[in-house]
């Protein structure tokens, strides 16, 4: 008994333990390209600035002038508005909310260039397209149960498989919305000088990649189109929950597969490579524009308190969340450092941290509703920008940072407490109108 017990124990893991792969060495990853999509540049590392980034620039500005040239009318500098859409599961129900509640307040700008990670990377096709697109992205971030996201599979996951879940209800979904017309609508847009640009993490090289939907979307291709599918569920494939994204490439002759996985795991949210200076592209455009950097938080900023359970996996599972918190507000700074340095004017929203999180599921159509309903409405009425990032006092401060208000107590469900900071924003002040 023992040893067919024991037999059965070594042909399951077997089994389990996933197709063979063929990583990318060291040596090639700055030379892989994607099968498939030719010679063009459709991606870039997140972590060092392109060679030719005044050349991507540039084609930008023509692009432009080709097809909007009153942007680039005589006298006047244009404006260029980035947004900037970070992780954060469920809760990137406030963001779509946001988004279209500053439709119907009449203030929604065009943004020159949006960008997603994790469900940030679900939200940003949406928000690139425009308002039109308002309802498909309220009814993804209502009426989503966990269901239509994941499959759990934890037996598999656990002997040898590569994920705790299936991702395949979530892969249904975005090919629902994410059509052969969704796909040219997207590259029209690129050919107006806009860019969507979507980050996922290449977890054996440990950096993070930015890809251009916009010139993905361009080749309008059958292989193009799964591409772009693909990026977007690995940008939400948070690791050993959901399986990875595995990209064929090519190299030296060779074959490989690259695994990509949530974005959120090198970055929360981002814009563009840090190393980026406008000064320097402007002066080789000719182009001063005038940039504004709006950055969603899918997520609450302030500490929130929780009693932990003295077992292993409650330990760990808010050991990581407490990190991931941490690590997005490391981004928010990072962020602000980067439109500081390019004369950007800096504007973040973030989930109120007196808002209560009733959720009974990952995915709780209910809880989604309230805080999609939450950033309607703080939207509709004009949304309290914050011009900093969390703990550094504010444009008009003495020196009182944000968060050194009394805590709040705030319910959250199920008998449980969370000590969080009241979400006050601070005034706006003075918009920093300087060159790109």
């Not at 009153?70 to 992780?87: D, T």
């Not at 979530?170 to 969704?182: K, M, Q, W």
């Not at 109120?352 to 599921?361: E, I």
Request: aromatic residues 8%; hydrophobic residues 40%; charged residues 20%.
């Amino acid at each position: 008994m023992g040893l067919a017990l024991a037999g059965a124990t070594a042909l399951c893991l077997s089994a389990c333990a996933g197709a063979p792969r063929n990583p990318v060495p060291l040596a090639y990853e700055n030379e892989a390209s994607v099968v498939g999509m030719g010679s063009a540049r459709i991606r870039y590392w997140g972590d060092k600035l392109p060679a030719d980034a005044d050349a991507m620039v540039k084609e930008k500005w023509a692009q432009v002038r080709a097809t909007r040239p009153q942007m680039l009318a005589k006298g006047s500098r244009p404006v260029v508005n980035l947004l900037a859409i970070s992780g954060g599961g469920a809760d990137g129900a406030f963001g779509a909310g946001l988004m279209n509640g500053w439709t119907a307040s009449g203030k929604r700008p065009e943004f020159e260039v949006v960008t997603g990670v994790s469900t940030g990377a679900l939200t940003a096709p949406f928000a690139f397209l425009g308002p039109r697109y308002d309802p498909a992205l309220k009814e993804v971030f209502t009426t989503s149960t966990t269901a239509d996201i994941a499959i759990a599979q934890p037996v598999r996951g656990l002997i040898g498989g590569d994920a705790l879940s299936s991702n395949a209800p979530l892969a249904r979904v975005i090919a629902s919305h994410v059509t052969p017309e969704f796909l040219a609508e997207v590259a029209a847009e690129h050919r107006k000088g806009r860019r969507l640009l979507i980050g996922t993490t290449n977890l054996d090289a440990q950096r993070p990649v930015i890809w251009d939907m916009g010139q993905i979307a361009m080749l309008g291709t059958p292989e193009s189109l799964d591409l772009f599918r693909k990026v977007l569920l690995a940008s939400a494939a948070i690791p050993a929950v959901f399986p990875p994204g595995f990209v064929q490439v090519s190299a030296n002759g060779a074959t490989y597969d690259e695994m990509h996985v949530d974005g959120g795991t090198t970055r929360e949210v981002f814009l563009l490579p840090t190393q980026f200076t406008a000064k320097t592209v402007d002066a080789a455009t000719g182009v001063h524009p005038i940039r504004r950097v709006y950055i969603i938080r899918n997520g609450r900023v302030a500490p929130e308190w929780k009693s932990v359970k003295p077992r292993t996996l409650s330990i760990a599972g808010r050991a990581v969340s407490t990190l991931i918190k941490n690590q997005g507000i490391g981004d928010l700074y990072e962020l602000f450092v980067f439109a500081k340095k390019n004369g950007a004017d800096y504007n973040l929203a973030v989930i109120p941290g007196d808002f209560a999180d009733t959720s009974t599921s990952a995915f709780d159509p209910k809880y989604m509703t309230s805080l999609f309903n939450l950033g309607f409405k703080m939207a509709q009425t004009g949304y309290p920008w914050k011009k900093v990032p969390p703990r550094l006092p504010s444009p008009i401060d003495t020196g009182r940072a944000e968060t050194a208000e009394p805590p709040v107590t705030v319910r959250r469900g199920a008998g449980q407490t969370s000590d969080a900071t009241n979400g006050v924003s601070a005034p706006t002040g003075a918009s920093l109108a300087a060159s790109q």
